[in-house]
């Protein structure tokens, strides 16, 4: 089957609902309600991760699914949009996504706590190379789907979406302390990685032939700053595998990003580094497929 799948961080989408989770048609968030369909609506998925979507509250009285709907049917993106989300996050980010229901259908797809850790459990991992294993937990626990096909039913792949820790440091700090929390984040950022990817090798020693999708902002890239060489590996490419098991290493879609000017290109974001003031290019957003995913083409859009 021929998808065209895509990742997208549209930045508190919450903003884009009132508090009854209707949407906001009118103002500056309406605005930006109608350029951000415009992009969905240009790139015409089959099938989009959203990352930072609106909340799903544990009462019940809304969710990021019926809302991404809601949003969706508004600005016409087109009649057979259907939404769905995981487990509820600790902020107001969620993860969900949108799919065209004639053609696929996504569901919800947790593992249960028999086979490995469900996402919204705490896992125990070793960051540190110390043989000593440290407890961590998903801030926003990653949306686990199953792809049918709308047809006949049967699975044809799986998606994990993922928000993963931020690196930034948004406190004030002297040197020291923001050394100690760049630390703490990138091992956090690490562990979450390493959960992931277990799941990934649990599908793939299950079905080596799986489809298998990992896409979302990662908020990190493969070999680009001094951190990654000085722990001689990135979350991404904790991702991708083991190279001692190239037939479950997952691959990247885009080409491999070159320094230029203003930075990495290809990117999907900007930064204003805190040193030196400049606003810097960065791939931070990733899709990453199995060896069973035949990549026809991929771009990343710069909306801006």
């Not at 009132?18 to 015409?44: H, K, Q």
């Not at 930072?52 to 019926?66: I, L, Q, R």
């Not at 569901?107 to 028999?114: A, M, V």
Request: proline residues 4%.
């Amino acid at each position: 089957m021929n998808l065209t799948i895509a990742v997208y961080n549209v930045e508190w989408m919450k903003r884009l609902f009132n508090a009854d989770g209707t949407v906001i048609t009118t103002g500056e968030e309406g605005e930006r309600s109608t350029m951000l369909a415009n992009v969905v609506r240009e790139i015409n998925p089959d099938i989009i991760g959203i990352v930072e979507g609106p909340d799903t509250t544990v009462s019940g009285t809304k969710s990021a699914a019926a809302q991404v709907e809601a949003w969706a049917a508004y600005h016409g993106l087109g009649a057979t949009y259907k939404g769905v989300h995981g487990f509820p996050s600790g902020g107001q980010q969620e993860l969900c996504a949108l799919y065209k229901s004639d053609k696929v259908t996504l569901k919800h797809k947790p593992e249960n706590r028999d086979s490995k850790h469900p996402f919204n459990d705490p896992f125990l991992v070793d960051t540190t190379d110390t043989l000593v294993k440290e407890q961590y937990k998903h801030y926003r626990p990653p949306l686990e789907l199953s792809i049918e096909d709308a047809a006949n039913g049967n699975e044809i792949g799986r998606v994990i979406v993922a928000h993963t820790k931020s690196k930034g440091i948004f406190d004030m700090v002297d040197m020291a302390r923001f050394e100690q929390l760049s630390e703490r984040n990138r091992k956090k950022l690490y562990a979450e990685c390493i959960s992931i990817r277990e799941r990934c090798d649990q599908w793939l020693d299950n079905k080596i032939d799986l489809p298998v999708f990992v896409m979302g902002d990662i908020n990190d890239g493969a070999g680009m700053d001094y951190y990654e060489r000085r722990h001689m590996r990135s979350a991404v490419e904790i991702l991708l595998g083991d190279i001692w098991e190239p037939e479950k290493a997952l691959k990247h879609v885009l080409s491999k990003p070159k320094l230029k000017k203003y930075g990495w290109e290809p990117s999907t974001s900007r930064y204003k580094d805190r040193l030196t003031g400049d606003n810097f290019n960065v791939l931070i957003d990733h899709i990453l497929v199995s060896q069973a995913v035949n990549v026809k083409g991929s771009i990343a859009w710069n909306p801006y």
